[in-house]
């Protein structure tokens, strides 16, 4: 097929695309690692330097869409070759745009530091200790039962307590948020596609926070919600506490869907590659490695989103002021020319696999990252400890090389609905 007779799929919307979003971006590729869609008034990245360079460049690349996505015209009529200020001026009119992933400039960089200081070695060693007992105790239930749906059963509600635990949330509290969070739309959801984010467990979440920081600002402890509460900016001023709730409850919400994916995604390689389960048995030094080469090969975003609010270029194309690009992170770790010929393939220990962009890149880089490993680390490692044999069930996916999977139906999140296992002790 070339490049000018197929027609061109939806990348928001074709329930195809969700099923195979790396077929869709190999489809789009001959047109380019920069090219023009023709469904949407925006532009797709999928070549890796220039997701990178676009990424590495916040001066002439705003985030203000990175949640609301490329999917929606700009609401003004950019003027001129910068539109800085008219993007500021309309930051009310976006999804998230008051949270900290969509901040430009030294608004981001000041909430930015603030987050720095929280996930210090210390505090995640302290929570390491709470996942591996919560998680030995999830997997001992599974193990039991001789077998669990991963993701909803396991993923989810350890992923909401570790977070959870991290902050400080009082124990009452967390079920709610796991209810309520669970009850939610994913993000991205191509079944909404006039409102494909909803911020409504956002909102509900950030009431308890408000009440939780008034707490910590008067009576601080020893959490990460107290150090929230009396840290100041580098510049010695105080946050406001509503800036406050905003970056707790994106920290709370942003590491859910995203990691409780990346298990899914890991335990279908760990099972579906020949060898691989033994393999990690015999070394569990070899966690490391497989979790990479999963988040690049089926990372649990699958994209952000730029606006350009300077006349800039991406490599040589001139990209003008008021463009707005995918910046389809999916594409870019599996492009064959930074990953060679076999970027499709599963390949553990492949050199320089701690370059792929599934945490992003530059300033907005993710700030759950090392969270993210520890957290999908430590239950593997209870998965390993618990078992002599992991599979996974052929009733409700198919026998290995015939297997169906569902997947969340959203153009922004990677990952299984469900994962069905069976378990030998
Ligand atoms: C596998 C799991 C995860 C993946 C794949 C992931 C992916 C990403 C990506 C791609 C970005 C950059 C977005 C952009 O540049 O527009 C990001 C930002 C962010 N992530 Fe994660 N994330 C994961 C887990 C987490 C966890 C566990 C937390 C927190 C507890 C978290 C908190 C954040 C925050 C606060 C930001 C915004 C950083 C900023 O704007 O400066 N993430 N994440």
Known sequence: ?????????????????????????????????V???????????????????????????????????????????PEGSDISEQIEAHRDKYVGGDLVVTFDDAHHTNVRSLMSRMFTPSRLKANEVFMRDYAGELVRAAVAGGGCELVNQIATPYVTMVVADLLGVPAEDRTRFEEKIAAGQTVGSIENPDAPTDMSAVEFMGAYFYGYLEERMANPGTDLLSELATLPYPDGTKPDILELVGLAVFMFAAGQDTSAKLLGNSMRYIVDVPGLQQQLRDDRTLIPWLLEEVLRLEGSSKATHRIARRDTKIGDRPVPAGTQVIVALAAANRDPRRWGDDANEFKLKRPGIKQHIAFGRGSHTCAGAPLARAEVTAILNQFFDQTSDIRISAEKHGKPGARHYKFEPSFIIRGLENLYLELTP
Request: charged share 25%; proline share 9%; with cysteine.
């Open 35 to 77: 090219c023009q869609l023709e469904t949407h008034d925006c532009l797709l990245i999928s070549g890796f330097e220039e997701c990178v360079e676009v990424l590495r460049n916040p001066a002439d690349f705003s985030s203000l869409n990175s949640l609301a996505s490329s999917a929606f015209p700009l609401p003004f009529k």
């Open 1 to 33: 097929m070339t490049a000018q007779t197929f027609k061109e799929r939806d990348y928001f919307t074709d329930p195809t695309v969700l099923l195979d979003p790396y077929g869709y971006f190999e489809e789009m590729r001959p047109r380019g690692p």
